[in-house]
């Protein structure tokens, strides 16, 4: 399987998998390498690095939510500098493409890190965040300063406020991709603290809002490949993105849970669980495909779970 | 870091509000050291969605006990999902006699795996309950550690005494807002002893981990030279070595 997720140009980033963690879920490479293969992953998309470091935020990061939580945690990174001579020969070892996001702090802090991550042979593409207030003259500013000096493959994560006008200016200054969208921002009571605490939301529930937008960028602009990121909870929301219009998937938070079920998307939407031998055993990725099971079952000529529950009884 | 799972075999009240675990576990599980911790998952259901935090207090046998509030409702047969260990042994001096423990506004949870490791090693260990901790019940805990009740402003009896008298010190605190509160105990200490040495006051961090992995970040603390994450550089801090401001 090979799928090309950015437009066509100089150098098109092509994936075996149509799956990715999203930035700021999944470290730099240096973590989930004991509980994850990243062989079945499509790309690594780093955690945000800026140009200069940035220090974690002050008091409450985490607030828990039903079924969700807000996080706030200021992006602290070491810097552009620092994260290149920290990861550089990790990424240089790890099996996959390399996508580094870079924090949209300001154009000319975006144009020296373009024309830094421009020299580096261990990375792959540029993931540019954009800050959720921007306007579309600083958005166009931006990406322009990224997409101008470099040519490897820069893509815009959207936020999801103005999302359709700065996919649109994304798509005029020479984005490669657009990642719909960065998670939506709220604000909840800190119950340990009793203070307001503003950020971003993560849980299952917000993906029915982003595959909206997924869909109608998918429609709006179909000349460019969109990544769907935001509440992928299971295999079949990743496949709920696809049909919707994306080219692949960025999978969040729920890494933090179920570390696991990164990669079990992962081979679902790559297309390994359906190349599993003839008379294989239930495929332990995808209990519930079951068809081998029932194969089973016929060749055993009965159904041994429902004998061994009448017995118990 | 290893996800697998454990059983529940035995719940047991200890005191009106909190009930032990014990947990039959992977035979690696065993070698969970104090200061270490687990984030579990108890079912499928995506509330509560972040994984919990679970202290053991100590492990018997082939199984960890771990505390828990009496109003959560766990039994016998449960499987739990674990993801673990988490965080770094604590560092204990060498040659250590005597260790205070502090807890601060909050249950001593977190100290109490340090207590059956110190009585083997012929450590003896006073743990002082200060604030709200006044109210946890101490009846279970070995009748060789000397438990003293403070007030609600970090004052105890025999404070200097006992503060001289430690080799080393392990607090932790309520984590609303760790690092005022650890400020406030750095100060208190400072009070009662001209110098704190390295190595000698500890806070044990208990922010909320989403990753446990040092993935998200958002555990991170400001050191004197760098940064360190809770999560796997931590839980237990050097207080001199960070920024608490």
């Known amino acids: ?313 | 870091m290893k996800q697998s799972e454990a059983i529940i075999e035995r719940v047991r009240r200890i005191n009106p509000a909190y009930q032990h675990l014990e947990l039959a576990v992977d035979e690696y599980m065993n070698r969970i050291k104090p200061g270490q911790s687990l984030l579990v998952k108890m079912g499928e259901a995506w509330h509560p969605y972040l994984r919990e935090q679970w202290h053991p207090v100590s492990i018997a046998g082939t199984k960890l006990v771990i505390e828990r509030p009496a109003n959560e409702h766990y039994e016998v047969g449960q499987v739990v999902d674990i993801f673990g260990m988490v965080g770094q042994p604590i560092r204990f001096r060498r040659n250590l006699r005597n260790v205070l423990l502090l807890a601060y506004d909050t249950p001593p949870t977190p100290l109490l795996m340090t207590i059956p490791w110190l009585m083997g090693n012929r450590v003896s260990v006073t743990l002082v309950l200060v604030g709200t901790a006044r109210t946890y019940d101490t009846q279970h805990i070995n009748p060789e550690v000397e438990v003293i009740k403070g007030d609600d402003d970090l004052n105890w009896q025999n404070q200097v005494m006992t503060v001289g008298w430690a080799d080393q010190v392990l607090a932790v605190v309520n984590p609303d807002d760790e690092l005022t509160r650890f400020k406030k105990v750095v100060a208190r200490f400072e009070e009662r002893r001209a110098i704190i040495p390295q190595n000698y006051l500890f806070g044990i961090f208990t922010s909320l981990l989403p990753c446990g992995i040092g993935a998200c970040h958002a555990c991170m603390l400001q050191t004197r030279q760098s940064w360190a994450l809770v999560c796997t550089d931590g839980p237990a801090f050097d207080l001199t070595q960070i920024t608490l401001d």
Request: hydrophobic share 40%; aromatic share 4%; charged share 25%.
């Open chain 1, 1 to 313: 399987m090979a799928i090309q997720i950015t437009r066509s140009g100089k150098n098109p980033l092509i994936l075996e998998t149509p799956v990715m963690p999203a930035a700021g879920t999944f470290g730099f490479g240096d973590v989930y390498r004991d509980l994850v293969n990243f062989e079945k992953l499509g790309a690594l998309v780093t955690n945000p690095v800026s140009y200069e470091p940035r220090t974690a935020a002050h008091g409450a990061r985490v607030v828990k939510l039903d079924s969700g939580i807000l996080i706030h945690t200021g992006l602290p990174n070491l810097g552009i500098n620092k994260v290149l001579r920290k990861y550089r020969n990790l990424w240089s070892m790890l099996p996959l493409p390399i996508i580094v996001h870079l924090i949209g702090t300001t154009p000319d802090h975006v144009r020296k890190s373009a024309a830094r991550l421009d020299e580096e042979e261990g990375v792959d593409a540029l993931e540019l965040g954009l800050n959720d207030d921007i306007s579309a003259d600083d958005a166009a500013e931006m990406i322009h300063a990224a997409t101008s000096r470099t040519e490897k493959p820069v893509m815009v994560r959207l936020p999801t406020t103005d999302t359709f006008t700065i996919a649109k200016i994304a798509l005029e200054e020479g984005a490669s991709t657009l990642v719909a969208c960065a998670t939506p921002r709220g604000t909840a009571r800190d119950p340990l603290s009793g203070k307001l605490i503003s950020g971003r939301i993560y849980g299952p529930m917000i993906k029915s809002i982003i595959l909206r937008i997924v869909g109608q960028l998918a429609n709006q602009f179909p000349e460019i490949p969109i990544i769907g990121s935001g509440g992928i909870h299971s295999p079949q929301d990743a496949r709920d993105f696809i049909s919707a219009g994306a080219k692949a998937v960025q999978v969040d938070t729920l890494t933090w849970i179920q570390p696991h079920m990164l990669e079990q998307i992962a081979r679902d939407l790559g297309g390994w669980i359906v190349t599993r031998e003839s008379g294989a055993l239930p495929d332990e990725w995808h209990p519930a495909m079951g068809d081998t099971e029932k194969k089973r079952k016929n060749d055993i000529g009965y159904d041994e779970d429902a004998l061994m529950d009448k017995l118990r009884r």
